[in-house]
């Protein structure tokens, strides 16, 4: 069965820095991309970045480039999103994904088949 745990939300304060990790289990997803969505009260849930199998390649929503990096370690089936200069409008519970349908683009929802129970991040102003 086919686990993606998310940790690392928290509260801080705008300006302020969080790393969020998803550990993924049950199955084999090193030759999947992986995303990080969001979803903040009353809104839908929104594409935040995606990275390829290898590593190599990323896309981000415009409001996480530069200061949103995420990254992924195979050898762990764990990706990682380091967000920097945080803003209240970040927000939101944070999930991750595997993209299994690869008809679909990286920043759609249903690429994904595979999506965690969500960390909460709080970012006071």
């Known amino acids: 069965q086919v686990q993606l745990v998310e940790s690392g939300g928290g509260l801080v304060q705008a300006g302020g820095s969080l790393r969020l990790s998803c550990a993924a289990s049950g199955g084999t997803f090193s030759t999947n991309a992986m995303g990080w969505f969001r979803q903040a009260p009353e809104k839908e849930r929104e594409f935040v970045a995606a990275i390829s199998w290898r590593g190599d390649s990323t896309l981000y929503a415009d409001s996480a480039k530069g200061r949103f990096t995420i990254s992924r370690d195979i050898a762990k089936n764990t990706v990682y999103l380091q967000m920097n200069s945080l803003k209240p409008e970040d927000a939101a519970v944070y999930y991750c994904?595997?993209?299994?349908?690869?008809?679909?683009?990286?920043?759609?929802?249903?690429?994904?088949?595979?999506w965690g129970q969500g960390t909460q991040v709080t970012v006071s102003s």
């Open positions: 994904a595997v993209r299994t349908v690869r008809t679909r683009s990286w920043f759609q929802l249903d690429a994904y088949d595979y």
